[in-house]
C-alpha cells in the first residue's frame, strides 16, 4: 500500500532554533498534502494544507511565518518550525492524498515528535 | 458549526463484539472515515465511507446513514492489540477533514 515517510521521528532542540521535518511520499504523487499537530489528549488539528508548486493554505491561528511549508515536488513536502519555543512542543503529523482525487484515503506519516527546552 | 461526536471511552472484552458511534453535523458531506491511532503513533486508516450502508473489511465493519449524520465501526473478535483510540473524520463540502475527538477503547482480558 502507499506508504508516507516522515523524518525525523523525534527531535529536541532549543528554544529560538529552527527544526524542518521532512514528509515523502514514496510509492506515489502527491499533488496534496496536510500537516496536523496533536497536542496530548487532543485531537489531530489541522495547520495547513500544501499544495505542490503554490503556497499553503494556512487554518485559522496558525503563524504563516513560524511554519514554514514548502511543497516543491509531488513527492516531497517540508515544515519548518521557526524560532521554536516550548510551547511548539507537539506531535507533528503530514498526510498525504494520491494524485487520484479527494475521495482516496489520507496516508499518513509516522509523525515527529518535537521537544522545545 | 461543525460537530462530530463520539464516546469518549469504551470497554470490551476480548472476543467480544463492540460498536462505536460516530454522529456528525458537517456544511456538507463528502464521505467519512474512520481510522485507528495506538498511543504516540500516528493513526493508521481503516475504512472510508461515501454512499450508504456496510462495508465489511476483516474484522471491522463500517457502516454509514447519510439522512441521520451517522456511522459506526464495528469491531468483531476483539484482540487485545484492538485496544486504542478510534478516530471518525468527516470530509466536509471544502474539502476539509473534520475530526472527532476520538474514541479510546479499552479491551479487557
Known amino acids: 500500500g502507499a506508504v508516507v515517510s516522515q523524518h525525523p521521528s523525534r527531535v529536541i532542540c532549543k528554544s529560538g532554533t529552527s527544526v524542518k521535518i521532512e514528509c515523502r511520499s514514496l510509492d506515489f504523487q502527491a499533488t496534496t498534502m496536510f500537516w496536523y499537530r496533536q497536542f496530548p489528549k487532543q485531537s489531530l488539528m489541522l495547520m495547513a494544507t500544501s499544495n505542490e508548486g503554490s503556497k499553503a493554505t494556512y487554518e485559522q491561528g496558525v503563524e504563516k511565518d513560524k511554519f514554514l511549508i514548502n511543497h516543491a515536488s509531488l513527492t516531497l513536502s517540508t515544515l519548518t518550525v521557526t524560532s521554536a519555543h516550548p510551547e511548539d512542543s507537539s506531535f507533528y503529523i503530514c498526510?498525504?492524498?494520491?494524485?487520484?482525487?479527494?475521495?482516496?484515503?489520507?496516508?499518513f506519516g509516522n509523525g515527529t515528535r518535537l521537544t522545545v527546552t | 458549526g461543525q460537530n462530530i461526536d463520539q464516546p469518549t471511552e469504551m470497554t470490551a472484552t476480548e472476543g467480544a463484539i463492540v460498536q462505536i458511534n460516530c454522529t456528525y453535523q458537517t456544511s456538507g458531506f463528502n464521505g467519512l472515515f474512520w481510522y485507528q491511532q495506538h498511543a504516540g503513533e500516528a493513526p493508521t486508516f481503516l475504512s472510508y465511507?461515501?454512499l450508504d450502508g456496510l462495508e465489511e473489511k476483516g474484522r471491522f465493519s463500517s457502516f454509514l446513514s447519510r439522512s441521520k449524520g451517522y456511522s459506526y465501526l464495528l469491531l468483531k473478535e476483539l484482540q487485545m492489540k484492538d485496544s486504542a483510540s478510534y478516530l471518525c473524520a468527516v470530509v466536509d463540502s471544502n474539502y476539509q477533514l473534520i475530526w472527532g475527538a476520538g474514541t479510546k477503547l479499552i479491551i479487557k482480558p
Open positions: 498526510s498525504a492524498r494520491d494524485i487520484g482525487g479527494e475521495f482516496s484515503p489520507l496516508h
Open positions: 465511507n461515501v
